[in-house]
Each structure stands twice: as C-alpha cells, then as structure tokens.
C-alpha cells in the first residue's frame, strides 16, 4: 500500500526566502506526482504535475522535482511571499488500472512579511 | 475553467440524521470523487463513480453510499450520520485522460 509523508508538518519563513518541501513515497511504481495547494477551508489547486518519466516541472517561482527511485519529489519556491501561505500536499498516482491517488498529510507554510 | 460545486460549504446535523452531500461539474468529467480530509490523516478516498449509475469503493466507505443518476453529479449519502463523520468533505472531477483532478471548495460537516 501507497504510503506517501511530508516533512516538515509546518513551517515558517520570512518573506523573500527561498524555500524547500518535501514529500516522500514507499511505492516507486507511481504513475504520476502532483503538487497541490489548499487555502484556508478551500479546495485543492493543482500547482504542477510530474509524469513517472519525468525528473522536475516548473511553473513561474516553483519548481518541482521526482526521483522516483528514492520514492522522493521536492517542490522548491523561489523568493516566497505572503500569497504563497497555504497548506502544500503531495499526491501520488499509482500504476496500473485505475490510477488510485493517495495523498500526502502537507507541509503548512506560513510566509511572514 | 472548471467548475466543481458543492451544496453547502458548513453543515451542522444530529446523530442519527440522514445528510446529503451533493457535488456538481461543468466539464462533462466521467470520473468524480469524494475524499475526506481530518488532520494529520490528509485525504481520504470514500467513493469514486467512472461513469453514470458506477461507483467504487474507496479506501473508507463504511458508514457511506453514494448515488451517480446524472453525469454532472455525484451524491455522498451518510445514511444515519455519527460524531466520527465530522469532518471536511471535498469532491473532485477528471476525465479519464486527463491526469490532475479538480476539486470543489469542500463541505465542512459537523454532526452533534
């Protein structure tokens, strides 16, 4: 069974730092891996998705990476600012059939002005 | 752009009551979910449906049933709801190849 952590559980920075999450995972037979993004009571938005073939993924200040061998992706943001504080979740897709999706617990970051 | 609804965004019921959650996509998505998410244990996976009148269980469907009549939209019933049911209740859509899901703003259900 798919297990997937991420460390830190929280995590605080001023404004301006860059900044490293991690997630990772006990099954390297994934499909795919995507980085989410969940404000306060909202919903999940997907912020970059990494195919199994796939090393890193970047979109504007993130930039997202997966060693599938390790059972490791890390999703760095670059000159982090207040908009950026959110709660972060890791999510895998497994292989074969129906890709069952299991998600990590995130990492919540708090940017400080 | 995608749009996932939801009912309601807070609900408050009593043990014992019959609730229903309902979730509706604009996208002509086959596929839609729903997950609850309690801290410290993320998402989990109750139901999922890939087509019309189809579901599947998840990983946690006790206490759970679900009913797909139309394409759009995707019902969670919980037949006599407990306190341990409390909890955020996120509904998601995707087209069969597509690969990221889209969520709604989530339902957060308080049974007393």
């Known amino acids: 069974k798919q297990e997937v952590t991420q460390i830190p559980a929280a995590l605080s920075v001023p404004e301006g730092e860059n900044l490293v999450l991690n997630c990772s995972f006990t099954d390297s037979a994934i499909y795919n891996l995507q980085w989410f993004r969940q404000d306060p009571g909202k919903g999940l938005t997907s912020l970059l998705l990494?195919?199994?073939?796939?090393r890193e993924q970047t979109s504007g200040r993130l930039n997202a990476s997966l060693d599938k061998s390790s059972g490791r992706s890390t999703l760095y943001i670059a000159a982090s600012q207040p908009g950026d504080s959110a709660t972060y979740l890791c999510a895998v897709a497994d292989s074969g059939g129906y890709q069952k999706v299991t998600f990590g617990t995130g990492t919540k970051l708090q940017v400080i002005p | 752009d995608v749009k996932v609804t939801q009912s309601s965004r807070y609900l408050v019921k009593r043990t014992g009551e019959k609730v229903f959650l309902e979730c509706v996509q604009d996208m002509d998505h086959e596929n839609m979910f729903w997950y609850r998410q309690d801290p410290g244990l993320g998402l989990r996976l109750i139901y999922f449906?890939?087509?019309?009148?189809?579901?599947e269980k998840g990983d946690i469907p006790e206490g759970y049933s679900v009913s797909r009549e139309k394409k759009e939209r995707f019902s969670l019933i919980l037949e006599s709801a407990s306190t341990n049911q409390t909890s955020m209740y996120l509904c998601?859509?995707?087209?069969?190849?597509?690969?990221?899901?889209?969520f709604g703003p989530g339902t957060r259900l308080l049974v007393l």
């Open positions: 449906s890939y087509d019309v009148k189809m579901k």
């Open positions: 990494i195919q199994s073939s796939q």
């Open positions: 998601a859509s995707d087209r069969t190849d597509q690969e990221t899901q889209y």
